[in-house]
């Protein structure tokens, strides 16, 4: 970890003997404790008003520094501009320790941005974030839920992590070299969520499924006599089963009275189990491309069906291992061996990591898993492809329509 202590508590135990033992817990968190912590202020009362604009200001000027307000530019903006300009005011007081302060003296100076798996399908630009910097939206709110809600997390990824230079981004599981501090950079990593679609499934080959983004995050391998125990299961309250989407100025403009496309339901599952909807917005909307915003939202639509119809499916808990794995990094993938062969693998997505330190077991590892798959690549293939043939539009009905779905 690279960050700040939280806490510093001195823990006193009397003994049956009557002897005191006494230990000391330190609890800090990562760098991302900056941004969670700087709240949005502007003081009305100084010169700063006058002088130098308000927050608004210094969001607009980032907007002009680095061009249209896409994704990344606007995700920096809250992360970086604002604590900028309260620097020219002194109430950026994020300066490192010494031991901390490489390769910059400055925590902003020290931060790199990674967006190389951010690929901006259907170019994309943010609905007028300035207005709500304009009208005092910001005030009150930290930087990183300000960056969260503007990173469209509803299809990408916003999380901070120690990473290697030079676009390597995890260490390799089989070749763990010896690494020290200045190999590790304090990261923001931006990207599209990785998880696998049925059109990849359905092109299959090398081109198709296994070429997908899913299958190109960094795999950590687990046997099951390595863990103290685990808590994995399924959950029906997970089960979505309606999608819907739609670009939040649209919806605005028509006063939510318009739906762009119709859902994309499974009508047999809803028979079942009722209508379990995903309704998702987002703040972007479409910047010189040839696709329409109806043809966006389809297939936007039609890649949260992809993502989440398998939910009641997946697997999803924790994992305490009996040792130490510092090296398995949020964002990858894991994958628990199977007692006989690959069809009882079970293969998650990791987003969270925690490592606990006691002088006597040493490091002892946690992680908090998601979208466990049983079974091999072919299966989950089958699984995708299966479950989308399910889906059809929720159009009205006609006298000559037969039951069932229609692809």
């Avoid at 249209?68 to 604002?82: E, H, K, N, Q, Y």
């Avoid at 490592?355 to 072919?378: M, Q």
Wanted: overall charge negative; aromatic content about 10%; hydrophobic content about 35%.
């Amino acid at each position: 970890m690279r960050g700040l202590v939280d806490q510093i508590r001195r823990v006193t135990t009397v003994g049956s003997s009557g002897a005191t033992t006494e230990a000391w817990r330190i609890v800090g968190r990562d760098f991302q404790k900056v941004w969670e912590d700087t709240v949005v202020f502007f003081n009305r009362y100084s010169g700063e008003n006058a002088v130098s604009g308000s927050t608004a200001q210094a969001f607009t000027q980032q907007m002009d520094t680095y061009g249209d307000a896409t994704v990344p530019v606007i995700t920096r903006a809250f992360l970086f501009s604002f604590l900028e300009k309260f620097g020219e005011f002194g109430r950026n007081l994020w300066k490192l320790p010494t031991p901390l302060a490489f390769p910059a003296d400055t925590f902003l100076d020290a931060i790199r941005v990674n967006t190389t798996n951010f690929k901006n399908e259907a170019n994309r630009i943010g609905t007028r974030p300035w207005m709500n910097a304009l009208t005092g939206d910001f005030d009150g709110q930290t930087l990183w839920n300000l960056a969260l809600q503007w990173s469209d997390p509803a299809f990408c990824e916003l999380y901070t992590d120690l990473l290697l230079e030079e676009g390597r981004t995890y260490l390799d599981e089989d070749n763990q070299e010896s690494i020290d501090r200045y190999d590790l950079s304090m990261t923001v990593v931006l990207r599209d969520r990785p998880f696998p679609t049925a059109e990849a499934a359905e092109a299959g080959g090398a081109g198709g499924f296994s070429a997908a983004p899913w299958w190109k995050l960094p795999l950590f391998t687990l046997r099951r006599q390595e863990m103290l125990s685990n808590d994995i299961g399924r959950g029906g309250t997970e089960n979505v089963n309606t999608f819907l989407f739609h670009p939040s100025i649209t919806q605005e403009l028509t006063q939510n009275q318009v739906h762009l496309a119709a859902p994309l339901w499974d009508r047999v599952d809803i028979e079942r189990r009722g209508v379990r909807k995903m309704d998702v917005q987002s703040r972007y909307a479409l910047l010189g491309d040839d696709t329409d915003v109806v043809t966006m939202s389809e297939r936007q639509r039609r890649r949260h069906r992809d993502w989440y119809m398998l939910n009641r499916y997946y697997l999803n808990g924790t994992l305490p291992i009996g040792h130490g794995r510092p090296d398995i990094r949020i964002g990858s993938r894991v994958v628990v061996l199977g007692e006989q062969d690959a069809s009882r693998n079970e293969t998650f997505y990791c987003e969270g990591v925690v490592n606990h330190w006691a002088s006597a077991p040493g490091i002892r590892t946690t992680l908090r898993v998601t979208r466990g798959w049983r079974g091999d690549e072919n299966s989950y293939r089958q699984a995708l492809n299966t479950k989308a043939g399910e889906y059809d539009l929720g159009l009205p009905a006609t006298a000559n329509q037969t039951e069932g779905n229609t692809p």
